[in-house]
């Protein structure tokens, strides 16, 4: 049995497919009871647990063998891996596939890069074994302002340099791979996709697959973290959202990783592809 924690999530909800395309059996976690009819119609088995009621975990983690492990980005994250981290360790999991972020390092300037690190060594401290899945910026954020590109013609970029974009569905089939196949314990993934774009390419990108202009708008740091604030998101992980963003100008979020073809043997997902196969939501 796998477990998969955020099974409705961007990563979770591919990846429940590509396990169950590959004939695992599946556990879906989810927090909220609408969705577990949902789920098993899909032919998994559903369960719910919350990250914020720690003694929910335990019956997610009952039986299975391997989990993949992720939650939202979130102030509490650390505490929330750490927590389901030690309800494996009780259930006798064997195997934690866990999702953090490119960069995630003891080392890491950066505060996402500090507190993936930190649930990192929470997860080696524990004597489990361990695959880290730690991807780039993913391309459906961009689903984020999908509304704003169909309206206005624009496209907001709070980036401000090149970055290499990763489809979740990579990531998910990465993490598939390493829940059912050999070789992956003590293994870091660093994922990203197979190209590095900035934002004027990322319009020119959009008005090609649309057949409709779209510009590209830089977007001050200060007006995207009050966006996410405004769309519900903690002060705090906004700040690192936009602290994040703000290596991009210097090209250190452009770096490309072989890994989705070292491990999957096929080249990772396009940008362009993505934007044509998502073209509806683009032209609303
Ligand atoms: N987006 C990026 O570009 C990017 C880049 C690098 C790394 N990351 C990292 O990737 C992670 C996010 O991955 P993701 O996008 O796959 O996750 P996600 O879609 O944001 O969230 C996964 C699921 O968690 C569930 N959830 C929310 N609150 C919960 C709670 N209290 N208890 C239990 N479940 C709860 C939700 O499902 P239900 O409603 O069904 O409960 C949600 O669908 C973060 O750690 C982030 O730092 C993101």
């Not at 409709?212 to 906004?238: H, I, T, Y």
């Amino acid at each position: 049995m796998i477990t998969v924690f955020g099974a409705t999530g961007t990563t979770g909800a591919p990846l429940v497919e590509a396990l169950l395309a590959r004939g695992a059996r599946v556990r879906a976690v989810t927090s909220d009871p609408a969705k577990i009819a949902p789920l098993e119609a899909r032919g998994c088995e559903a369960v719910i647990a919350r990250f914020d009621a720690p003694e929910t975990l335990a019956r997610a983690c009952e039986g299975a063998e391997r989990i993949y492990l992720v939650t939202p980005a979130h102030q509490d994250m650390r505490r929330w891996k750490a927590d389901t981290i030690a309800a494996a360790q009780a259930a006798g999991v064997r195997h934690v596939v866990l999702a953090t972020g490119l960069g995630a390092s003891p080392k890491a300037r950066l505060t996402f890069g500090r507190w993936h690190s930190e649930t990192q060594e929470c997860l080696r401290q524990s004597g489990l074994e361990w695959t880290f899945i730690q991807p780039t910026y993913f391309m459906q954020n961009l689903l984020w302002q999908a509304g704003a590109i169909a309206r206005d013609g624009v496209y907001h970029d709070d980036l401000g340099g090149p970055v290499a974009w990763i489809d979740a569905r990579d990531i998910a089939e990465v993490a598939a791979e390493a829940l059912t196949g050999p070789g992956h314990a003590g293994k870091a993934y660093g994922l990203t996709g197979p190209e590095a774009l900035g934002g004027a390419e990322i319009a020119e990108i959009l008005s090609d697959v649309t057949g409709r202009p779209v510009r590209c708008v830089p977007l001050a740091a200060q007006d995207a973290k009050a966006a996410m604030m405004a769309n519900g998101m903690a002060e705090e992980v906004a700040a690192a959202m936009v602290e994040l963003a703000s290596i991009a100008p210097k090209g250190y979020l452009a770096g490309i990783e072989t890994t989705v073809s070292d491990v999957l043997g096929r080249p990772a997902r396009r940008f362009r592809d993505f934007v044509a196969e998502h073209r509806d939501a683009f032209v609303g």
